[in-house]
């Protein structure tokens, strides 16, 4: 996130945004079972980041992206654009260099749901994440894809 005293208020709600949506999509891809940054604690900072957007909104009269869900969808196609990888929200280059294996790691778990086009959807039975290559099944099909083309069903 960049400072926030380089941003403006409006600037500082769309950044608000997007680390509630990047850590709402952890929530939904971490397992509960790990030491750190588990489920559990990005289901915590969720909280505290829909807080402050919610406390921004209220003094402002604009609506939160939890009652928006149109916004919601929107930044949330921000995130996850097909043909890349998932864009997730870092504090800094450290934080990145800790976090980004791991959210692609539970991003592109084995066993999951993932849609290849908007019609297609399939179990991701093998990934490569260093090649970036994954086979997807879908139904007794194993297709071989590239994973940037993949958009988890969350």
Request: net charge positive; charged share 25%; with cysteine.
């Amino acid at each position: 996130m960049y400072k926030t005293r380089h941003l403006s208020l409006i600037e500082y709600l769309v950044q608000l945004e997007k680390e509630y949506v990047s850590a709402f999509i952890r929530s939904k891809i971490y397992p509960k079972n790990i030491v750190s940054y588990n489920k559990h604690y990005w289901i915590k900072v969720c909280e505290k980041k829909l807080k402050n957007i919610e406390n921004i909104c209220s003094r402002n009269n604009l609506i939160p992206i939890n009652q928006d869900k149109e916004k919601l969808l929107q930044v949330q196609n921000t995130l996850l654009i097909r043909g890349q990888l998932p864009i997730f929200c870092y504090r800094d280059n450290h934080e990145k260099s800790v976090l980004q294996p791991t959210d692609l790691e539970y991003y592109y778990a084995i066993g999951k749901s993932f849609s290849i086009s908007e019609k297609q959807i399939g179990e991701l039975q093998s990934v490569d994440l260093k090649n970036q290559a994954a086979i997807i099944k879908i139904g007794l099909k194993e297709i071989p894809v590239n994973i940037v083309s993949l958009i988890r069903i969350l």
